[in-house]
């Protein structure tokens, strides 16, 4: 899990993982963080930069996968939590590189 401080409105969410990229995921939003609301829900992530064993040994700047969420309307919040759930390869833990909130 992880909640960021974020004090000001936000239209998008860019949830960025790499080597093993979850099943799924759920963003919340709150001014605290006892008061916190599902502004994504559980939503299954789909591979948008698929494994590609013929260019694997190809030295190179690897995009990786993608997930961009624009959600109807800004919401104004301090703090956002990122849950992931499952893994792709069924043996570690899902992993994000990064999440940008713009």
Same mark, same amino acid.
């Given at each position: 899990?992880?909640? *960021?401080?974020?004090?000001?409105?936000?239209?998008?969410?860019?949830? $960025?993982?790499? /080597? #093993?990229?979850?099943? /799924?995921?759920?963003?919340?939003?709150?001014?605290?963080?006892?008061?916190?609301?599902?502004?994504?829900?559980?939503?299954?992530? &789909?591979?948008? #930069?698929?494994?590609?064993?013929?260019?694997?040994?190809?030295?190179?700047?690897? $995009?990786?996968? *993608?997930?961009?969420?624009? *959600?109807?309307?800004? $919401?104004?919040?301090?703090?956002?939590?990122?849950?992931? &759930?499952?893994?792709?390869?069924? &043996?570690?833990?899902?992993? $994000?590189? &990064?999440?940008?909130?713009?």
């Amino acid at each position: 899990m992880l909640t *960021l401080p974020f004090p000001r409105l936000f239209p998008l969410l860019t949830p $960025v993982s790499r /080597s #093993a990229p979850p099943l /799924s995921y759920t963003v919340l939003a709150g001014s605290s963080l006892d008061n916190m609301t599902t502004i994504v829900p559980s939503t299954s992530i &789909e591979i948008s #930069a698929p494994y590609d064993a013929s260019t694997a040994n190809a030295v190179q700047i690897r $995009v990786g996968n *993608l997930t961009d969420v624009r *959600l109807d309307q800004s $919401v104004q919040a301090r703090y956002v939590n990122l849950t992931i &759930e499952g893994s792709r390869d069924g &043996e570690n833990g899902g992993t $994000v590189a &990064e999440f940008a909130v713009l």
